[in-house]
């Protein structure tokens, strides 16, 4: 893991723009980097950091639910054809000639 400080870049006057308050962690093996500069001081950034650090690799490790793929009913395929169908003629008629179709 690496820690490396920086200033803040939000607003808060000359003593932002001095002191490095802001921390940065990045955990190396999972690639997960945090950012925080929320308070003035750096050892609150820094407990904060960690805090957030281990939320995300907690979440990191969980395994997500194999998705099982569904099937559209027969119903509903029928439906959008007979909607096709219908959208078609009504093209149709849009043309030359095509009252006397009917």
């Known amino acids: ?7 803040s870049s939000r607003p808060g006057g ?7 308050t802001a ?4 955990h190396l093996p999972s690639n997960i980097i945090v950012r925080v500069d929320e308070q ?7 407990k904060i ?10 979440k990191a490790r969980k395994s997500k639910k194999k998705r099982i793929p569904t ?3 027969r119903g509903a395929k029928e439906k959008r054809l007979q909607i096709k ?3 078609s003629f009504k093209k149709k008629l849009r043309g030359k000639g095509g009252n006397d179709e009917l």
């Open 71 to 73: 099937r559209i009913p």
């Open 49 to 58: 950091a960690f805090q957030i650090l281990a939320e995300k690799l907690k």
């Open 23 to 26: 921390v940065i962690l990045h």
């Open 1 to 7: 893991m690496v820690i490396s400080y920086s200033t």
């Open 85 to 87: 169908k219908y959208r």
């Open 14 to 20: 000359q003593r932002r723009d001095k002191k490095k």
């Open 40 to 46: 003035r001081l750096q050892s609150q950034n820094k």
